[in-house]
T-cell receptor, first 114, second 113 residues
């Protein structure tokens, strides 16, 4: 069973640039969630994708957008990067959006905006 | 709205002793799940234990147990026989009918030799 994988592991960008982070969900999981974790804080929910559609969004501006593909992998796109976007971005998958079981997390992408 | 509160920013415990990490939650949904995750300095989120709102008994997983007090809306994690490798951040989380999972601010546990 393949777990959740994220790429890249680390990334450095300049303020104003755009970034794309990628996530492959665990085998058999059709729901993907994205979280932002700033240093010293808990993960903050960005949004969730189920069968290629956004289903639930946290308190993040529209410059945070995403996609889910037919194979359930997902991308997180952030436009017009700001210094405060520096964080660990975590992707998590679950069997489906209706279950209340645990999320399975990838190892994250650490984004630094300078 | 969901809310998870962890009031202990940091905790210390002696190796081989037990420690309790506190968590309270707030939801109006009758059906929900409560979770604890461990996050070492490497950043990965490791699932430890799950408690369903309708479960009659407290969940246990090896050295981890969840002290679930539904009326008080608390879901404390108990780690027995602490080990040096238990030093990490611990997050309490909840998933209700909104389906997304929300996390508390975390507790940094340090196990002393």
């Amino acid at each position: 069973e393949t777990g959740v994988t994220q790429s890249p592991t680390h990334l450095i960008k300049t303020r104003g640039q755009q970034v794309t982070l990628r996530c492959s969900s665990q085998s058999g999981h059709n729901t993907v969630s994205w979280y932002q974790q700033a240093l010293g804080q808990g993960p903050q929910f960005i949004f969730q994708y189920y069968r290629e559609e956004e289903n639930g969004r946290g308190n993040f501006p529209p410059r945070f957008s995403g996609l889910q593909f037919p194979n359930y992998s997902s991308e997180l796109n952030v436009n017009a990067l700001e210094l405060d976007d520096s964080a660990l971005y975590l992707c998590a998958s679950s069997l489906n959006m209706w279950e209340q079981g645990p999320l399975h997390f990838g190892n994250g992408t650490r984004l630094t905006v300078t | 709205a969901q809310k998870i509160t962890q009031t202990q920013p940091g905790m210390f415990v002696q190796e081989k002793e037990a420690v309790t990490l506190d968590c309270t939650y707030d939801t109006s949904d009758p059906s929900y799940g409560l979770f604890w995750y461990k996050q070492p300095s490497s950043g990965e989120m490791i699932f430890l234990i799950y408690q369903g709102s309708y479960d009659q008994q407290n969940a246990t997983e090896g050295r981890y147990s969840l002290n679930f007090q539904k009326a008080r809306k608390s879901a404390n994690l108990v780690i027995s026989a602490s080990q040096l490798g238990d030093s990490a951040m611990y997050f309490c989380a909840m998933r209700d009918n909104n389906n997304d999972m929300r996390f508390g601010a975390g507790t940094r546990l340090t196990v002393k030799p």
